[in-house]
Every structure is written in C-alpha cells, then in structure tokens.
C-alpha cells in the first residue's frame, strides 16, 4: 500500500482536498505543482512551470492545465476540474477513486465501468512534463479528449485574453506547438499514438485562484485553450503526453517514460519523503548548482541556501560532492564581503549581513562531513575577506567596534533574516549589535583562526586573535538581560531589545561560543519555555504584546505576523544541537520527539514535505510555501544529529 494515499471520501470534499498539494521538481528549477484533485487554487499552480533565462530565470508558468474527458456512447465526462467565481466546472473530482503519491503522483478515476489512471512526472533536468494515461477498464468503445490550457506568464503575475497573443498553432509530429509571446519558449505538446488535433482557439475567462482570495491578491485570469486532442484507447492500453520546450520524437515517449519513472526515488516511509524533497530543492541548470528556497514562491536567496546546504545534502544522502559544488558557485557570487540578493517578495534589494558569516558555519559542516578537504586553501581566502570586510566597514552599514562586535543597518531595511516589510518599513527593524549576527561573527572568526593556526599564517592570527578575545570578553555584558535570564535580541541606540526571540540560539548552538555552559543553560531554559512548540521556534514569546499567533489575511496582515510569533521549523536543529551539547544522550528522547513529530506534515499542505512556517497559536496549522528547503534540510540535519550522539 502507497504511503501517502487518499480515498475517495477524502477528494471529493474539496474543503480536504485542494488543501493538500503536490509538488515534483525536475532538478533544473521546473516543477509541477497543483493540489491532489488537480485543481490550481493559486496563481503559482501549474502542470509546466520553468524559469526562463531570457527573462532573468524568472519562474514562468507555460502550461497551466490540461482537461480529460472520457466519451463512451456520445456522452462525455470531463475529468477536470476550474473554479470559477461562486462554482466549480467541471466537476470532474466527483470521478476520482484514488490518489496516490508513490513513486510519482497517480490520479484514478471511475466513470461508470471505465477505469482511468493518470501518473504525472518531470524528466529531470529537462523542461519537459509527461503523462501516462491508461485505460485500466473499460466495457464500450472508449475514446479520450486532452484540453490544454496555456498561460505563458510569470508566476507572480495573472494574465488577461488579449490581441498580442499569437493563437496560431503549427503541427509537429504526434501533435503541435506554440508559442504565445515572443522571447518565450516554444512549448510543443505531443502523444505516441495517431490522434486528431482539432484546433479550437478560445480563451477561458475568469478561472480563480482561491488561495490568492484568501491571500488578499488579485485572483482571476484567463487561460488561452488552442484545441484539444482526441483519440481512442483500447482497455489496458497507455497512452503518453509531452509537454515540452523542445520537440521530441513521439515513437521515443514510452522508452522515456518507462526510464525516467526508474530513476524515481520512493517516497515510502517518512525518511525517504524528507530525502526525495530535499533533492527537489538542488537546481543544475546552464553549469551552475544552486539551491531553490522555495516551492512555489522563491527563488534563490544566499542565506537560505547556506543554512539549508548540509542538511540538504551531507544529512539526506551523504553527497558532499553536491554540497562542495554549491560552494563553489557560492563563493563565485561572494564579493567585497557581502552577497546581494534581489527579495521579489518585497520589491527591493535586501544586504543579508548575516549570510557571509553563515558561509563560515556551511563550510564547517561541510569539514566535519569529509575530514580530509583542504577547506582553507579552497575557501580561506574568501573567509578572510568576508572578516576583513567586516572589521574595516567596507560592507555599508556594518562595522566592526572597538568593543569587536559588529553594529548592521542599512538605511531603514531589514537587514537580517527577520526581513517582513509593510509600507516600505521593517516590521522587525532590529539595527545595532543583532545577538545572532554576533555569535556568527564569533564562529566565523573561530573557526578561521584555526584553520590559520593549523597552516601557520601567522600573521593573520596574530591579528586575529586579539579581535576573538574582544568578542568573548564583551559579549555576555553587551546582550545579557538580568531581568529576563537570557540574551538581549539586539542592542541599539536606545539600548538592549529584551523580547523573548529566538535569534540567541544561535549564541548556544554554534560550534564556537562566547557563552559558558550555565548561560546556555539558562537561556535554553527560557527558549524551551517561551518559544518551543512542537513544529519548531516561535519568533517571538507569546508574553509579548506584539505577539501574533496566526499567519492569515491580506499581504500586509501577513507580514505583520511573519516573525511575530509564527514558528519555523528550521531552528529546530539548532536547539536540538544546543541541548545535546549541553546534556549529551540525555537529551536523545526529547530529540526524536520533535524530529519525528514532522511526519504528519508529509500528507497535510504540500505532500511529502515541510512547509515555511506554522502559526504561533495551537494546533500550529501550516503556511507559507509548502516545501521550504531549510526546513526540510532542519529535520534531516536534526535527525543525523540524534544518531551522531546515539553512536
């Protein structure tokens, strides 16, 4: 029996089913993504979705949907299923039995004695979705239409019917193709049977989007239909369909098919679920690696791509020879101590002064991981850079004090991970000495310290070591908060922050810390009791008036919830780490505990996967972007953690 399965009860209750989405990547930064009944609730669904590098590597959806219908005895039923605004036609979910996710997501539908399967799959690293339809039973002559639906416009955007589209559409072998805009791919859709393209332009109007309803965004667009297929299938007979940004050969599909559905890894069991989605999350695409934040809303931003790194690939299957490539493609993009990263979610550029010290911390992981890498002649220089950069205040807005801490501001703009802006101001502004910027600071001078001792450059430890004893010796009475028995989360001009966040974990849980073991102990305690839920770290203490326990409504509510008290699951491993430093196997129950407790999220918001974020409040529901890469890569790291100590 397939792991993750619905039955019929469970889809034909929309209210269950378009919750619950399916996502499949083919490696290059395409994916698929609907919900299980297959029906697009947002603007980001779609069955063909690529970046385009004409267009900056945007992500673009080509091919929104395709509709089936089975026709027997002149009666048709279609299978899909649109919500237009107040009603849903089709219909066709009524027709599904089964649902399916293993290994690749499989669709089954009754339509009185028919039969009908459908199994959706991306070839990997190709542009190029493919569909098997099988006719498992039938009783009466059977004949299949395919209605596809063309959207052809950036993921963050809706498109409207219009003049400039060309509907034109040329044959192709085993098909067509088409090509609505130009500086757009070509998509050529093709099956490995003789069948009829009747061509039939026509635009759908008004297909909504719910989620984008309840998200507060603009919701309905219109879909351009060229035609449909038609054919007839025989009982027990398969049929395949391409679609793609290259014409194939159609005679090619099932040798296609039959191999890319070998390589397939199984999503049976918890484990392999987390595994299958964090190599979702690994983008090889024009000789560049790099990791996806997000699906479906992000694209690559520098510091969700370094947290996520080991966990994505040295704790899900040991493959340092991906981890070492992303690396390097890193520390190409690395330049006067700072990575640049353009945040399309907020309109802007956002300087995450704490990512160049997180590319210390991966390259420690990395180290621990394969203990005879020359980690310093590979990546030493661009460690020191980012340490000189700092400390001569050649990253705007940072700077290294006479104290050895580092003060970060940058003209009214978020500059650390709590980045939610409204209105063009940080909601979390955070400017001066940030607890977690510090003790990454301290890590990354640490760390390059040793491997400076271990090759005798003793010039730079010379320098450098006098700038760790400052850190160490100024750290605990710049941030400790007598009143509140933990770390301040930020000191500014007007003094110490004191909110319960959980930004001082970091303090605890990197490999170098300027804290004793009874100032971790005390500020763990206080985390465990404020901030720790079940799906990871609140962002901030429900004590707090500021405090926001639900992530819903408009964009504006959102973002004003986002570090607010909204949980995220990729803290988790710091606080695991944290505690099994300090109490060592003791610890190991409570640790398997909350990485375990993640296995419910494999059938519930994105299959297979761990969402962003939770809601602050009990029963801490999902949100955000349903497969976020250091999410996934947190409880995979959490667990490789817990069995390092069990040996």
């Known amino acids: 029996m397939a792991y993750l399965k619905f039955n019929k009860a469970e889809l034909v209750n929309l209210e269950y089913s378009l919750r619950r989405e399916m996502l499949a990547t083919n ?85 009185g004695g028919v039969i009908f399967k459908k199994e959706l799959m991306l070839v990997h690293n190709e542009d190029q979705l493919l569909i098997r339809y099988t006719l498992a039973d039938a009783h009466s002559p059977t004949v299949v239409r395919l209605k596809p639906y063309l959207a052809y416009r950036n993921v963050h955007q809706l498109t409207k019917a219009n003049m400039t589209a060309n509907t034109q559409v040329a044959n192709i072998p085993g098909g067509f193709k088409s090509k609505l805009y130009n500086g757009f791919p070509t998509l050529h859709l ?44 025989k009982k027990g007979e398969s049929v395949i369909l391409s679609a793609g940004v290259k014409e194939i050969n159609p005679t090619s599909l099932k040798t296609s098919f039959t191999k890319a559905l070998a390589i397939r890894p199984p999503r049976n069991s918890y484990i392999h679920c987390l595994k299958n989605s964090a190599a979702q999350f690994i983008s090889h695409r024009q000789k560049d690696t790099k990791v996806v ?63 160049p010290l997180w590319y210390s911390w991966t390259i420690q992981q990395y180290a621990l991981a394969v203990p005879d890498a020359n980690v310093w002649t590979l990546y030493g220089k661009k460690m020191k850079s980012v340490l000189q950069a700092y400390a001569q205040g050649a990253v705007p807005g940072v700077k290294m004090h006479d104290n050895g801490l580092i003060w970060a501001e940058e003209n009214g703009k978020p500059v650390t991970w709590m980045n939610a802006v409204v209105q063009g101001k940080p909601v979390t502004p955070r400017s001066g000495y940030q607890v977690e910027v510090n003790a990454l600071w301290y890590n990354a001078v640490c760390y390059a310290l040793e491997l400076a001792q271990t090759y005798k450059e003793a010039k730079f430890v010379k320098e450098w070591t006098a700038v760790r004893e400052k850190i160490a010796q100024n750290f605990l009475p710049v941030f400790w908060s007598d009143e509140r028995k933990h770390l301040a989360d930020y000191v500014g001009a007007e003094g110490q922050n004191i909110f319960t966040r959980p930004n001082q974990l970091f303090a605890c849980a990197l490999p170098y810390s300027p804290l004793s073991d009874e100032v971790k102990q005390k500020t763990l305690s206080e985390i465990e009791r404020q901030l720790l839920t079940p799906k990871g770290l609140r962002t901030l203490s429900p004590k707090n008036p500021l405090y926001k326990g639900r992530y819903e409504g408009n964009q504006i509510a959102r973002f004003e919830a986002q570090h607010q008290g909204t949980v995220y699951p990729w803290l988790l491993p710091f606080y695991i780490e944290a505690n099994l430093r300090l109490y060592g196997k003791s610890f190991i129950s409570t640790a398997k505990e909350l990485a375990m407790g993640f296995e419910e999220d494999m059938s519930l918001h994105g299959l297979c996967a761990i969402p962003e974020l939770y809601h602050g409040d009990p029963p801490h529901s999902p949100h955000g972007s349903i497969s976020q890469a250091w999410s996934v890569a947190g409880i995979l790291r959490s667990i490789q953690l817990i069995e390092q100590y069990e040996k």
């Open 27 to 111: 490696r290059a930064g395409g994916y698929i993504n609907t919900t299980i009944t297959g029906c697009n609730t947002r603007k980001y669904h779609g069955l063909l979705v690529a970046p385009i590098d004409e267009f900056q590597g945007d992500q673009h959806v080509l091919l929104s949907a395709i509709d089936e219908t089975i026709i027997q005895h002149r009666q048709s039923f279609n299978l899909g299923i649109h919500r237009y605004p107040g009603v849903y036609e089709p219909r066709g979910h009524k027709y599904i039995i089964d649902f399916a996710y293993e290994p690749i997501a499989t669709i089954t539908y009754r339509v």
């Open 190 to 233: 093709q099956v490995n049977k003789h069948a009829e393209f009747v061509t039939n332009p026509d635009w759908y109007y008004n297909i909504q989007y719910m989620d984008e309803v309840r998200r507060g965004y603009e919701s309905t667009e219109d879909l351009f239909v060229p035609g449909y297929f038609e054919f007839s299938m």
């Open 293 to 355: 934040a997000g699906f479906p809303f992000y694209g690559v931003q520098s510091r969700d791509t370094l947290v996520a790194l080991p966990g994505l690939t040295l704790a899900a299957n040991y493959d340092p020879k991906t981890c070492k490539t992303v690396l390097d493609s890193m520390s190409k993009e690395l330049n006067s101590g700072r990575f640049i990263d353009v945040d399309k979610i907020h309109d802007g550029f956002s300087y995450p002064v704490d990512a």
